[in-house]
């Protein structure tokens, strides 16, 4: 970014009581950028769904695991989306985005030439991505497709679903966005299961330093759904 032409500023929506920021800054001088800023964490998600809406454009510099929720929610919600080059992400977004890789200059050249798109070459893109996501992504359709998988047509019901889980206290905390939360939220809702059991599963030592606060470090069932 920082070897971009653009006069449009850069906001960082992320933790910036890390090791990493001051490495960051440390490596690149970012500070001397006046186009770049770091304005922390942001949990409320109506004023995310505002940041989103209003953004010029969304990065998403993820290169592995799958599909992402917080790129499905810029697709949706954002004119203009810049992505790394890599399967799992053109998988999504198909030709709804703009792809950069990692290639010297590859990014600042991309943000150069969004410059220069017309209102109606944004406007275009913006379509595509809110088709693709109405398409392939929208909730009812996911959590059909997994009752389908998991219900089987002959079964009068289902006896009991277990989701040995690590993160309901961030569901909590920033919002069903998840498609595990979403098939809690559906199967807790359907008649034909008969009981469900969540509990906090067992981390390592590692995982509750990393996230402390978050998860806990035994055995905790933190729902139960009887019939």
């Known amino acids: 970014y920082m070897k971009s032409q653009t ?4 906001v960082l929506i992320t933790n910036i009581e ?21 304005v922390g ?6 004023l995310l769904k505002y940041i989103r809406e209003n953004a010029f454009a ?26 790394l080059d890599v399967p799992f992400n053109k998988e ?10 990692k290639r010297p200059d590859s990014l600042a050249q991309l943000i150069d ?11 275009k893109l913006k379509l595509k991505a809110s088709n693709r996501i109405a398409s392939s992504y929208n909730w009812d359709l996911i959590i059909n497709l997994y009752e389908k998988f998991l219900m089987k047509d002959e079964m009068d019901f289902m006896d009991l679903v277990i989701f040995p889980f690590h993160d309901y206290k961030k569901w909590i905390k920033e919002g069903f966005r998840t498609r595990d939360a979403h098939l809690f939220q559906s199967l807790k809702e359907n008649s034909k299961v008969n009981r469900i059991i969540i509990f906090n599963r067992p981390v390592s030592i590692v995982e509750a330093t990393l996230r402390k606060g978050w998860i806990t470090s035994k055995d905790n069932i933190i729902f139960n759904k009887k019939i």
């Open 7 to 10: 006069e449009k500023d850069f």
């Open 18 to 38: 890390n090791s990493f920021y001051e490495k960051l800054q440390r490596e690149t001088d970012f500070l001397s950028d006046d186009r770049i800023k770091f």
């Open 41 to 46: 964490t942001v949990y409320d998600q109506d």
């Open 58 to 83: 969304y990065f998403h510099g993820h290169e592995v695991g799958g599909t992402n929720p917080s790129l499905l929610e810029a697709l949706f919600s954002t004119q203009l989306n810049l992505l």
């Open 92 to 101: 999504v977004s198909m030709d709804s985005a703009l792809y950069w890789d």
């Open 113 to 123: 030439y969004t410059d220069h798109l017309s209102n109606q070459q944004i406007s």
